[in-house]
């Protein structure tokens, strides 16, 4: 039913209103004049003032599937921190590249990878970075390198699988395609960006990655097994982990969101180790990210502006009529413009605004609708490196470690990130090109 000429001014001011919010919220986010998670939070709150978003709306678009996550995996990791293991995992992983800072940056981020591919890269960040922390403190080594290359890592792990990534999951879901329909379309194309990726960061960082030979040979005379401080805790907390896993691997078989997964680990967790004992509960739950959690709520709803008003779905829309049903044409452009979409708003609203728009396409007679829809998943997974809140794991990572001195600035990340993610992005369309069409 068309609007009538005063809904229509009403619902005009209304996506003005949203629009002037996000900018400004993203504008003050950069300059870093204000926490981000102060903006986060304010920004929100200004949409629902502003009659943008209800308050139930608002709620709605709260992702508690991303938050509950990453709440459980933090209760999870700092329970297990108790442990010494990630002292332990430091020492083990430095002696078995011989202390040599290059080789442990190749190592950690080739992990991180992995790990990103087979459970969800916030999880893996945060299992790893403690482990980084700790082995740079041992090297004496700037840990920002091993940090931003993880975080680019992670997301490109995340990619190469239907599971390493909510946007994969969701065209998987749409288009009807298993786990191995993933590792054979995306898994090759990952692995040569996170070549290029690692070359790049030694190339820009290999001249400080060096230590003292005293330091090496202080770390390989470390015994890693003395690391531990707890064994009987950490033997609970390794079968907590065990289980949260297999819960991650089989959840979408089991019907379960993934932040099922990671509370009920956590609540296992507290109930195998704390019980009773509130001062314990009180110092695990203290040491939760609060400031990323809250930045995510505020994000989620700021986005949701641009969702509810139309904004996300009219850009995609206009940019899709650009190309008059060229296949080559539209698969570039879906590549990289949710690529730079993805960079600097959440992906997963995007994703969903385009996966039905791609599926038109389809209806309107174009017939081979591959290109796209690996296309998307390349150019919304890999969007994430570009900018510090482009990805769930790059805030996270930030958080963790500004929380531990080692603050990255939003531009600073940039920086580097934006090139290469533009570079990922770049390598995407001669393989897109070169096998699809």
């Given at each position: 039913?068309?609007?009538?000429?005063?809904?229509?001014?009403?619902?005009?001011?209304?996506?003005?209103?949203?629009?002037?919010?996000?900018?400004?919220?993203?504008?003050?986010?950069?300059?870093?004049?204000?926490?981000?998670?102060?903006?986060?939070i304010f920004g929100a709150m200004l949409?629902?003032?502003?009659?943008?978003?209800?308050?139930?709306?608002?709620?709605?678009?709260?992702?508690?599937?991303?938050?509950?996550?990453?709440?459980?995996?933090?209760?999870?990791?700092?329970?297990?921190?108790?442990?010494?293991?990630?002292?332990?995992?430091?020492?083990?992983?430095?002696?078995?590249?011989?202390?040599?800072?290059?080789?442990?940056?190749?190592?950690?981020?080739?992990?991180?990878?992995?790990?990103?591919?087979?459970?969800?890269?916030?999880?893996?960040?945060?299992?790893?970075?403690?482990?980084?922390?700790?082995?740079?403190?041992?090297?004496?080594?700037?840990?920002?390198?091993?940090?931003?290359?993880?975080?680019?890592?992670?997301?490109?792990?995340?990619?190469?699988?239907?599971?390493?990534?909510?946007?994969?999951?969701?065209?998987?879901?749409?288009?009807?395609?298993?786990?191995?329909?993933?590792?054979?379309?995306?898994?090759?194309?990952?692995?040569?960006?996170?070549?290029?990726?690692?070359?790049?960061?030694?190339?820009?960082?290999?001249?400080?990655?060096?230590?003292?030979?005293?330091?090496?040979?202080?770390?390989?005379r470390m015994d890693a097994s003395k690391?531990?401080?707890?064994?009987?805790?950490?033997?609970?907390?390794?079968?907590?982990?065990?289980?949260?896993?297999?819960?991650?691997?089989?959840?979408?078989?089991?019907?379960?969101?993934?932040?099922?997964?990671?509370?009920?680990?956590?609540?296992?967790?507290?109930?195998?180790?704390?019980?009773?004992?509130?001062?314990?509960?009180?110092?695990?739950?203290?040491?939760?990210?609060?400031?990323?959690?809250?930045?995510?709520?505020?994000?989620?709803?700021?986005?949701?502006?641009?969702?509810?008003?139309?904004?996300?779905?009219?850009?995609?829309?206009?940019?899709?009529?650009?190309?008059?049903?060229?296949?080559?044409?539209?698969?570039?452009?879906?590549?990289?413009?949710?690529?730079?979409?993805?960079?600097?708003?959440?992906?997963?609203?995007?994703?969903?605004?385009?996966?039905?728009?791609?599926?038109?396409?389809?209806?309107?007679?174009?017939?081979?609708?591959?290109?796209?829809?690996?296309?998307?998943?390349?150019?919304?997974?890999?969007?994430?490196?570009?900018?510090?809140?482009?990805?769930?794991?790059?805030?996270?990572?930030?958080?963790?470690?500004?929380?531990?001195?080692?603050?990255?600035?939003?531009?600073?990340?940039?920086?580097?990130?934006?090139?290469?993610?533009?570079?990922?992005?770049?390598?995407?369309?001669?393989?897109?090109?070169?096998?699809?069409?």
């Amino acid at each position: 039913m068309p609007f009538k000429e005063g809904e229509a001014i009403v619902v005009q001011e209304t996506t003005i209103v949203a629009i002037v919010i996000f900018v400004v919220a993203y504008a003050l986010i950069i300059s870093e004049k204000i926490h981000r998670t102060i903006v986060g939070i304010f920004g929100a709150m200004l949409m629902i003032l502003f009659g943008v978003l209800s308050q139930e709306m608002a709620i709605h678009h709260i992702d508690f599937n991303t938050l509950g996550l990453l709440m459980g995996m933090m209760i999870i990791v700092n329970i297990t921190s108790e442990t010494g293991l990630f002292n332990f995992l430091a020492v083990w992983a430095a002696k078995k590249v011989k202390a040599r800072p290059i080789a442990l940056l190749l190592a950690l981020s080739a992990l991180t990878a992995v790990c990103s591919g087979l459970l969800d890269n916030v999880t893996t960040v945060l299992l790893t970075v403690p482990v980084t922390f700790s082995i740079t403190k041992q090297l004496r080594v700037d840990v920002k390198p091993y940090l931003i290359s993880q975080i680019l890592c992670s997301n490109i792990g995340g990619t190469a699988t239907l599971i390493g990534d909510p946007p994969n999951i969701m065209i998987g879901s749409a288009v009807g395609l298993n786990f191995m329909d993933f590792i054979f379309n995306l898994t090759g194309i990952c692995i040569i960006i996170f070549l290029v990726v690692e070359l790049f960061i030694i190339w820009l960082y290999g001249k400080g990655l060096r230590t003292k030979p005293e330091l090496q040979a202080e770390v390989m005379r470390m015994d890693a097994s003395k690391e531990i401080t707890d064994h009987k805790l950490l033997k609970k907390c390794l079968f907590v982990i065990f289980c949260t896993i297999a819960l991650f691997i089989l959840h979408s078989s089991l019907h379960l969101e993934t932040a099922t997964a990671a509370l009920s680990g956590a609540g296992l967790l507290l109930l195998l180790t704390a019980r009773r004992d509130e001062a314990f509960i009180a110092k695990i739950l203290s040491k939760i990210e609060w400031l990323a959690i809250f930045f995510f709520a505020g994000l989620f709803v700021l986005v949701g502006g641009l969702v509810e008003t139309g904004v996300i779905k009219m850009l995609a829309e206009e940019a899709i009529k650009i190309t008059n049903g060229d296949l080559t044409a539209t698969s570039m452009l879906i590549l990289w413009m949710s690529a730079y979409a993805s960079a600097f708003i959440d992906n997963i609203p995007f994703v969903a605004t385009l996966i039905p728009l791609i599926q038109d396409m389809g209806q309107m007679g174009m017939t081979n609708l591959d290109p796209v829809w690996w296309s998307l998943a390349l150019g919304a997974c890999l969007g994430g490196n570009g900018t510090l809140i482009g990805a769930s794991a790059n805030v996270v990572v930030a958080s963790m470690a500004a929380q531990r001195g080692k603050p990255i600035s939003f531009i600073s990340f940039m920086k580097i990130a934006l090139p290469m993610m533009t570079l990922s992005i770049a390598i995407s369309s001669v393989y897109i090109w070169l096998r699809y069409l």
